[in-house]
């Protein structure tokens, strides 16, 4: 399986982005997408992910309200959309395929990330 990560750029505060994962390989039906994003110093931490049957979604709690995740099975792609961005979401952002989990160790294919930067 091999996710490619797209979208990223530079963004003023309160502007909006939207991230794609596109997957390749033989990818399970069942397999849930999931974002994850490291800032600068800091750990990767989750923020959302959804199920493979794209029925169920799951973010983190700071996320829940700016953020969507949807999957569109025709394109094998899993998008992130960000609203109303602030600059601590600054991070590279990662998806990951894997269990219906927040937790890294749930994912076991990883993208190589895209750089969101949120600047005035």
């Known amino acids: 399986v091999q996710l490619q990560a797209s979208g990223g750029g530079t963004v003023q505060p309160g502007g909006s982005l939207r991230l794609a994962c596109a997957l390749s390989g033989r990818i399970s039906t069942w397999d849930a997408t999931g974002w994850f994003r490291q800032a600068p110093g800091k750990e990767r931490e989750f923020v959302a992910t959804i199920s493979g049957p794209g029925s169920g979604a799951w973010y983190t709690d700071s996320m829940r309200g700016r953020f969507t995740i949807s999957r569109d099975k025709a394109k094998n792609t899993v998008y992130l959309q960000m609203k109303s961005l602030k600059p601590e979401d600054t991070a590279v952002y990662y998806c990951?395929?894997?269990?219906?989990?927040?937790?890294?160790?749930?994912?076991?294919?990883w993208g190589q990330g895209t750089l969101v930067t949120v600047s005035s």
């Open positions: 990951a395929q894997g269990r219906y989990s927040d937790s890294e160790s749930a994912y076991t294919y």
